[in-house]
DNA sequence: TTAATCATTCACCCTATCGTTAACGACTTT
DNA sequence: AAAGTCGTTAACGATAGGGTGAATGATTAA
C-alpha cells in the first residue's frame, strides 16, 4: 500500500456506519469520547480506534475539555468533506459532458440511443 | 450485519483504490470488463468481483455489447452518486448552521448551550 | 498520598475483503 | 462441430479492520 491518498482515507473512514454515526451525531454539537462510546453501546477503547481514524483523516478535531482534562471533547472540520465533495463535483459532471457529448455522438452514430454505446473494445 | 443502507454500500464500493479508478475512468467512456483488468493489471476474476460490487450498488450498470455479445460494457449510473451529494450537503449544513443561525434546531437542543465544549457528561 | 475516573494503547480473536488460479458457461469463429 | 475468446463463479490463502478485556498515562477527587 503506497500511502493511500487524502481522499482513500476519508473514503474508507466514511463508508464505517459507527464512524458515519459519529460524524451524524457531531453534527449537533461537540461530543466527548465517553459519550460517543456510550451512546452506540460500545467499549471506549473500540470507539477511542474510530475516533484516531476520524482523527487521522482530518474528519474531526480533538479537544481538551476546560473544565475537565481528561475529557476529550471532539468536533467536525469541514476541509474532508469539502475535498469529497470537490471529488463528487467532478465525478458528477460526467452526466453534464455527456449531454454535450450526446450531440457530437449523435452525428457519428446516426440511430443509437444512448451516447457511447460500446463502440470497440480496442482503444 | 443487519443489511447496511444503500449509503454504506456506496461508500464502501467507493472507498476502495481500485474501484474508484474505475469510476474515474468510466468517467471518459463505457469500458468493457477486459479492457478495466488490463488498465488496472489485474486478473480478470479480481476485476469481475470489483464490478459486481460497484453493480450491487448501482454504481455502474452492465451492458452487453451489441456487436459481441461476450463482451460485457460498464457504464456509470448517477442515482448513488445524488444520494452520496445528498448526505454531504447535509453534513455540510453544519457550518451553515453555526454561521447563520442556531435558532433552526435550537428547537431540538434541550437546555445545552450552543456548541458549548464543556459536557456534563456522567451516565 | 491514595483512590477513582477518562481515554488511550496493547494484546489478542474473529470476520470480511482482496488477490490468485482453476473450472465453468456463453458466445464467436473457422 | 471444434476450438478459441470473454467474463463469470468457485475455492483457497493472505491481509486488514473491528471487537473485547487488560494494562498504561494523565487528571481529578478524597
Redesign the pocket.
Known amino acids: 500500500?503506497a500511502t493511500p491518498s487524502a481522499l482513500d482515507r476519508t473514503l474508507?473512514a466514511l463508508?464505517?456506519p459507527?464512524?458515519r454515526g459519529v460524524v451524524d451525531r457531531l453534527r449537533q454539537r461537540p461530543h466527548?469520547?465517553?459519550?460517543l462510546?456510550a451512546a452506540f453501546?460500545?467499549?471506549?477503547?473500540?470507539?477511542?480506534?474510530?475516533?484516531?481514524?476520524l482523527r487521522q483523516t482530518g474528519l474531526v478535531e480533538?479537544n481538551i475539555?476546560a473544565?475537565?482534562?481528561?475529557?476529550?471533547?471532539y468536533r467536525l472540520r469541514p476541509e474532508p468533506f469539502a475535498a469529497l465533495r470537490g471529488w463528487l463535483d467532478e465525478v458528477e459532471s460526467f452526466w453534464e459532458d455527456q449531454l454535450g457529448a450526446f450531440k457530437a455522438h449523435a452525428e457519428r452514430t446516426r440511430g443509437t440511443k444512448g451516447p457511447g454505446t460500446s463502440g470497440g473494445?480496442k482503444s
Open positions: 500500500m474508507s463508508a464505517d459507527t464512524r466527548p469520547a465517553g459519550e462510546a453501546d460500545m467499549s471506549p477503547p473500540a470507539m477511542s480506534r474510530h475516533l484516531r481514524v480533538e475539555d473544565d475537565d482534562a481528561r475529557v476529550r471533547v473494445r
